[in-house]
C-alpha cells in the first residue's frame, strides 16, 4: 500500500495552519531569552472568575465526574434558554439547545448535520480560519464572498444574492467578527435575512464575541428577526470569550428542533456529553448578576482606542477600527510585503507576533489582537513602529 493511500481522501483538502511557522518562531525565540510582545492571542488574557472556579472545585468535590446527558445537563440548558430569551429575543427551549465541547465544535456540528457533499457553504472573507476547512471535512465546497474595508468588511444583500445558486445551502455569518471585529446591525441582518428566508439558505449565526461590542452598538441575533429565518437559523455562542474560559470547552446552540435533535445524535456518537465540571462552571456563570463580560468589555474599549491611537500614526499601515471582538485588521499593502514575510520579519527583528492575514484569505493584511495590557500594547506599538520607519 502507498502512503498516500492510507489517509481518507477528504483530507486531502484541509490545509495546515499557515500561523503555525510563526507560532513555532515565538516559542524558540521566546526559549531563547528573547522577550516577545504578542499580538496573536485568540483569547482573553483575563483569568476565569473565582466564583465559577469555586463552583467547580465543589462540583468536583461532591463527586459531579460521570457521564451527563449527552446534549447537556437540564440546569444549564435551560439557563441557556434564559440567556436567549433575555439577551437576544429567542425562544429555544431545552431541546432545542445542544451543548458541546466549545463553541467550534458547535460549529462542526451543525455543518455535519446540514451539509452534504458538494453542497456550497457560503463564506464571508475575511473568514475565521477554521470555516473553510470545516467545510471541505464536510466533503462541501466553501464559496467565498469577499468584503471591502469600504464596509467595514459586511456583506450586502446583493453581494448574497449573486453567490447563491441551486447548490448553496448555507451561509456563516459571524457577528462580532474574527478577524475583523465588524458588527452587523438589525437594518443589514434583516435584508440579509430576506435574501435567505427567499432562497431557503440556512444561517449558521457565530455570536460568540456577542458581549465585546464596543462604542454603545447593540448585539442583534439575525434568528430573532422573523419567523422564517429563526427556522432556518442555528444559533452558536459559548463562554470561551464572554467569560475567560477558553479552555472550559463549553459552547452551546439553538436550533430548531429537528435540527437539534440530528446535531444531538452527531454528538452520541462523536464525543458524547461536554466535561461534566465544566458543564457546572457555566451553570455557575450563567446564574449568576456578576457582571464580568460588561467588566472585561470596558478594559477592551480601552485597549482598543490606544492601539488604534497608536497604530494611526504609523507610516505603511492602515488600522481598520473594530466594533467588537478583541482583534484589530491592519491593510499593510503599502509595505509591499505579503502578510506572512511582515508578520516573520517583525518577530525576527522586533520581538512581535502577529497573525498573518493570508490565514483569514487576505494576504495584504494582518491581525493584531489587543488582548493584552496597555503597558504591553504599548511596548509592542513602540517596536512596531520602530520597525515601519526602517521598512
Known amino acids: 500500500m502507498r502512503i498516500d493511500t492510507r489517509l481518507a481522501e477528504r483530507l486531502k483538502k484541509i490545509n495546515p495552519s499557515s500561523t503555525l511557522a510563526i507560532t513555532a518562531k515565538a516559542k524558540k525565540l521566546r526559549a531563547e531569552g528573547r522577550d516577545i510582545v504578542s499580538f496573536a492571542a485568540g483569547e482573553p488574557d483575563f483569568d476565569t472568575p473565582d466564583f465559577i472556579k ?6 468536583i468535590k461532591s463527586g459531579f465526574t460521570k457521564y451527563t446527558p449527552t446534549t447537556g445537563i437540564q440546569d444549564l440548558k435551560q439557563l441557556i434558554s434564559n440567556k436567549f430569551s433575555i439577551d437576544n429575543g429567542l425562544t429555544y427551549s431545552p431541546n432545542q439547545i445542544v451543548v458541546s465541547c466549545g463553541a467550534k465544535h458547535s460549529i462542526f456540528n451543525t455543518l455535519f448535520a446540514l451539509v452534504d457533499k458538494d453542497e456550497e457553504v457560503l463564506i464571508p472573507s475575511p473568514y475565521w480560519v477554521s470555516y473553510p476547512e470545516m467545510v471541505n471535512l464536510c466533503e462541501a465546497k466553501p464559496i467565498f464572498i469577499k468584503t471591502s474595508a469600504k464596509n467595514n468588511f459586511k456583506i450586502s444583500p446583493l453581494d448574497l444574492e449573486k453567490h447563491i445558486n441551486q447548490k448553496t445551502k448555507l451561509l456563516i455569518l459571524n ?8 458588527v452587523y446591525s438589525r437594518k443589514e441582518l434583516k435584508e440579509i435575512a430576506e435574501v435567505c428566508t427567499a432562497k431557503k439558505v440556512f444561517v449558521l449565526s457565530d455570536e460568540i464575541y456577542e458581549k465585546l461590542i464596543y462604542d454603545g452598538l447593540t448585539h442583534v441575533s439575525i434568528a430573532s428577526l422573523s419567523k422564517e429565518i429563526y427556522e432556518l437559523t442555528i444559533t452558536v455562542n459559548g463562554l470561551s470569550k464572554s467569560h475567560a474560559m477558553t479552555g472550559w470547552r463549553i459552547g452551546y446552540l439553538g436550533a430548531p428542533a429537528d435540527i ?5 445524535r452527531i454528538q452520541d456518537h462523536s464525543t458524547s456529553n461536554p466535561t461534566s465540571v465544566s458543564q457546572k462552571a457555566a451553570v455557575a456563570a450563567l446564574g449568576t448578576k456578576n457582571d464580568f463580560p460588561g467588566e472585561i468589555r470596558s478594559e477592551f474599549q480601552k485597549r482598543r ?6 497604530l494611526s500614526k504609523m507610516p505603511k499601515i492602515k488600522p481598520i477600527l473594530p466594533q467588537g471582538a478583541f482583534y484589530i485588521f491592519c491593510d499593510i499593502s503599502k509595505t509591499k510585503l505579503d502578510s506572512l514575510t511582515f508578520s516573520s520579519r517583525l518577530l525576527e527583528e522586533e520581538g512581535v507576533s502577529l497573525i498573518p492575514g493570508g490565514a483569514f484569505g487576505r494576504d495584504d493584511y494582518v491581525r493584531i489582537s489587543f488582548a493584552t495590557n496597555i503597558e504591553q500594547i ?3 506599538m513602540d517596536r512596531i513602529e520602530s520597525w515601519l520607519n526602517k521598512l
Open 305 to 310: 482606542d490606544r492601539a488604534i491611537e497608536r
Open 175 to 182: 457577528s462580532p467578527s474574527n478577524p475583523c471585529g465588524s
Open 54 to 59: 469555586e463552583a467547580t472545585i465543589e462540583a
Open 260 to 264: 437539534a435533535e440530528a446535531i444531538g
Open 378 to 380: 504599548d511596548k509592542g
